[in-house]
């Protein structure tokens, strides 16, 4: 893709992110209760990256139109040294030309930097494109969720070392 920027998250960034979260989970089916669909912190993204330092959160834009983002947040419960790839979404103009993989590589990197020694994530069989790509990066199955995200209508939990 060309003239692909991938930045921090900024106020403006709020309504188009949750509006390619919520269109994202639609499509597939996904938008089901115990999911970020309904998720109030999806319409505030900036606030909550924002209000915690040992989070962050990327946006992939062209040409001024965002595309997707995903970030990194130390969801509460999970152990010290291990945080979640969080609200990793693309518009569907922009899946399968590498930005997904650009966009995880860009959170684990950071993760890495930031002091963190494992990434974990929740997903759903819904989202099996996703599934796919976290596999190729080493992520691996988990039996059981770890930490207190209250995303109960994830029912694939994975982990990878940074």
């Known amino acids: ?3 692909i920027v991938i930045r921090l998250i900024e106020p403006k960034d709020n309504v188009a992110l949750a509006k390619i979260i919520r269109t994202a989970l639609k499509e597939f089916n996904a938008n089901k209760p115990g999911t970020v669909y309904f998720d109030e912190t999806t319409d ?3 606030e909550l990256f924002a209000a915690n330092k040992e989070a962050v ?3 992939a834009v062209c040409n001024g139109n ?3 983002g995903a970030g990194i947040y130390p969801t509460e419960g999970l152990p010290d040294g291990v945080c979640e790839l969080v609200k990793m979404y693309l518009h569907k103009t922009a899946r399968g030309k590498g930005l997904g993989r650009l966009l995880i590589d860009t959170c684990l990197q950071k993760a890495k930097q930031m002091g963190y020694r494992q990434v974990y994530l929740e997903t759903m069989p819904e989202l099996n494109k996703a599934v796919t790509v976290y596999e190729k990066f080493g992520f691996r199955y988990l039996n059981a969720p770890m930490g207190a995200s ?3 209508g994830c029912n694939i939990w994975m982990l990878k070392e940074v």
């Open 57 to 59: 959160y990327f946006v």
């Open 150 to 152: 209250g995303h109960t």
């Open 66 to 68: 965002i595309l997707g």
């Open 44 to 46: 505030h993204l900036f």
């Open 1 to 3: 893709m060309e003239d």
